[in-house]
């Protein structure tokens, strides 16, 4: 059986049968094609567990592939592997074999408290050639800081999903396809209105929530670069959008939000995930230090 036909079967039914995202599926693509291409092989029947083998052994030594890039490769044809032998295609799944590394635990970088106040300061005095620009860049990145979206879910919320005069907002759809709703702070909510006045001046039709400033549609990732681009330069912040969106959870957890309400808002399927954030700040540790019975 021809690799290519049967993972593009493979492709489909985790698209449309499991749900899975554009996102996933173009990992799912890159690795299948990387792993074909690198063994030579073009038929399922040359897959073997010799030569599986060989594929992450040569990423480890030769190719120093990092723990994490690794787990990338494993996780995505482990899935494939395993679609193929339900198919009948693989007798057995080579994957489930192969022993994985070790992912180093390290905490999640934030920026300080300063430096979030400061890029905020910096979007909304800097010299735009108008409002439109000022208004929407301060309220992308004060939804990053006070919601602690993701960026491809800031990019999807649509006009109906941002509630102001109920402070809420609506992730549809969000990182493993699940819905949820953040509340919105008073502080944000302003930002977000600021915005919708100079949005509704231009006419902007189109149903995404955040949209370019020179057409009718909603904003690009390419867009968001090179603002964020221009304000490392500068402000001489060093940051990336999901490192704002960290420092939104480690803010979180150092103005008292329990762990539980946090991992609702942060969209995470696993709560041990969000616990993380419990060990990135000093104040919350001296806190709970705090509470021990001795301490009079």
């Given at each position: 059986?021809?690799?290519?036909?049967?993972?593009?079967?493979f492709?489909?039914?985790?698209?449309?049968?499991?749900?899975?995202s554009?996102?996933?599926?173009?990992?799912y693509?890159?690795?299948?094609?990387?792993?074909?291409?690198?063994?030579?092989?073009?038929?399922?029947?040359?897959i073997?567990g010799?030569?599986?083998?060989?594929?992450?052994?040569n990423?480890?030594?030769?190719?120093?592939?990092?723990?994490?890039?690794?787990?990338?490769?494993?996780?995505?044809?482990?899935?494939?592997f395993?679609?193929?032998t339900?198919k009948?295609?693989?007798?057995?799944?080579?994957?489930?074999?192969?022993e994985?590394?070790?992912?180093?635990?390290?905490?999640?970088?934030?920026?300080?408290?300063?430096?979030a106040?400061?890029l905020?300061?910096i979007?909304?005095?800097?010299?735009?050639?108008?409002?439109?620009?000022?208004?929407?860049n301060?309220?992308?990145?004060?939804?990053?800081l006070?919601?602690?979206?993701?960026?491809?879910?800031?990019?999807?919320?649509k006009l109906?999903?941002?509630?102001?005069d109920?402070?809420?907002?609506?992730?549809n759809?969000?990182?493993?396809?699940?819905?949820?709703?953040?509340?919105?702070?008073?502080?944000?909510?302003?930002?977000?209105?600021?915005?919708l006045?100079?949005?509704?001046k231009?006419?902007?039709?189109?149903?995404?929530f955040?949209?370019?400033?020179?057409?009718?549609?909603?904003?690009?990732?390419?867009g968001?670069?090179?603002v964020?681009?221009?304000?490392?330069?500068?402000?001489?912040i060093?940051?990336?959008?999901?490192?704002?969106?960290?420092?939104?959870?480690?803010?979180?957890?150092?103005?008292?939000?329990?762990?539980?309400?946090?991992s609702?808002?942060?969209?995470?399927?696993d709560?041990?995930?969000?616990t993380?954030?419990?060990?990135?700040?000093?104040e919350?540790?001296?806190?709970?230090?705090?509470?021990?019975?001795?301490?009079?």
């Amino acid at each position: 059986m021809d690799i290519e036909i049967l993972a593009e079967q493979f492709y489909d039914y985790s698209s449309y049968i499991k749900g899975y995202s554009k996102h996933t599926i173009r990992s799912y693509r890159s690795a299948i094609k990387f792993f074909c291409r690198s063994l030579g092989i073009t038929k399922v029947e040359e897959i073997t567990g010799e030569n599986v083998r060989r594929f992450f052994i040569n990423g480890r030594i030769n190719r120093n592939w990092k723990p994490s890039t690794f787990m990338t490769y494993h996780k995505s044809l482990v899935v494939f592997f395993r679609f193929c032998t339900e198919k009948g295609y693989l007798a057995v799944n080579y994957i489930d074999d192969i022993e994985t590394p070790k992912i180093p635990k390290s905490l999640p970088k934030k920026i300080s408290n300063e430096n979030a106040l400061k890029l905020l300061e910096i979007i909304i005095n800097y010299p735009y050639p108008n409002d439109f620009l000022r208004y929407r860049n301060h309220a992308i990145f004060s939804t990053f800081l006070y919601a602690g979206l993701r960026k491809s879910e800031l990019f999807n919320l649509k006009l109906n999903d941002v509630d102001i005069d109920n402070f809420t907002i609506y992730v549809n759809k969000g990182k493993g396809s699940k819905d949820r709703i953040i509340p919105m702070s008073h502080t944000l909510a302003q930002s977000l209105k600021r915005y919708l006045n100079e949005r509704k001046k231009l006419n902007k039709t189109c149903p995404e929530f955040f949209t370019s400033y020179g057409l009718n549609q909603g904003y690009t990732d390419s867009g968001l670069k090179r603002v964020v681009r221009k304000l490392k330069d500068i402000s001489k912040i060093e940051f990336t959008i999901h490192r704002l969106r960290h420092t939104f959870a480690t803010l979180m957890v150092e103005g008292g939000c329990d762990i539980y309400s946090l991992s609702k808002m942060m969209g995470h399927s696993d709560i041990t995930t969000t616990t993380i954030y419990l060990s990135t700040t000093a104040e919350h540790l001296r806190g709970q230090m705090l509470k021990h019975p001795l301490n009079v």
